[in-house]
């Protein structure tokens, strides 16, 4: 079946240092989108891209879509304390009112003040 | 608005008991859905239901069942709850047709004993 894998699994940097982590799906995928979830809490939206090759920002953030549509990533310049959480990947897949997303199981990164 | 609401918060069963775990969404989405959440294991699809009239199964189903009371309820019942139904589980919804990203509540941690 479809999956989409996330790594890494885990990332502690120190505050200010830059983070990234990545998604690849094995089949083409018709979006990707970013959710967080802080530590005790559910996840959030962040973003979606849709596009080939698309590049999104949201401040200290930067999504990207890969040219095949398999693959992304989410970018952090110079880590705050407030991005501690798990940032999930989600794949769009089906059509109409039976889209579903494929999960990645998400990196956890904690951040050293 | 509320967004997306659940009940209970937290709840604790013992082996064998039943349960229904209430959700509620006031933003006219379509969709509705139903993940269970365990360390290490990401996001699980237990339950879907595309619109107002039908549900689906995901991926782990067995040992729940779900009703969509109307478009804004959906809930997830534990007929006989078992130690490895102990998960936190999130309501999330969606518009529907173009819109893929999806909004969770709070979620409800259960454990079964």
């Known amino acids: 079946g479809q999956q989409v894998m996330q790594i890494p699994q885990y990332q502690h940097v120190q505050e200010g240092e830059d983070f990234t982590t990545y998604c690849n799906s094995s089949?083409?995928?018709?979006?990707i989108q970013w959710y967080k979830q802080r530590p005790g809490g559910h996840p959030v939206f962040l973003i979606q891209?849709?596009?080939s090759g698309e590049v999104k920002k949201q401040k200290r953030l930067t999504f990207q879509f890969g040219e095949a549509k398999k693959n992304s990533s989410l970018h952090i310049t110079a880590t705050q304390t407030t991005d501690v959480g798990t940032y999930f990947c989600?794949?769009?897949?089906?059509?109409?009112?039976?889209?579903?997303?494929?999960w990645g199981l998400g990196t956890s990164l904690a951040v050293n003040p | 608005n509320a967004g997306v609401t659940q009940t209970p918060k937290f709840q604790v069963l013992k082996t064998g008991q039943s349960m229904t775990l209430q959700c509620a969404q006031d933003?006219?989405?379509?969709?509705m859905y139903w993940y269970r959440q365990d360390p290490g294991m990401g996001l699980r699809l237990i339950y879907y239901?595309?619109?107002?009239?039908?549900?689906d199964k995901g991926e782990v189903p067995n040992g729940y069942n779900v009703s969509r009371l109307n478009k804004r309820e959906f809930s997830l019942r534990l007929e006989s709850a078992a130690p490895s139904q102990t998960s936190v589980y999130f309501c999330?919804?969606?518009?529907?047709?173009?819109?893929?990203?999806?909004?969770f509540g709070p979620g409800t941690r259960l454990t079964v004993t």
């Open positions: 999330a919804s969606r518009m529907g047709l173009g819109a893929f990203e999806q909004y």
């Open positions: 933003m006219n989405h379509n969709s």
């Open positions: 239901s595309a619109s107002e009239g039908t549900t």
């Open positions: 089949t083409t995928l018709s979006n």
């Open positions: 891209l849709v596009k």
């Open positions: 989600a794949g769009g897949s089906g059509a109409g009112n039976n889209r579903k997303l494929i």
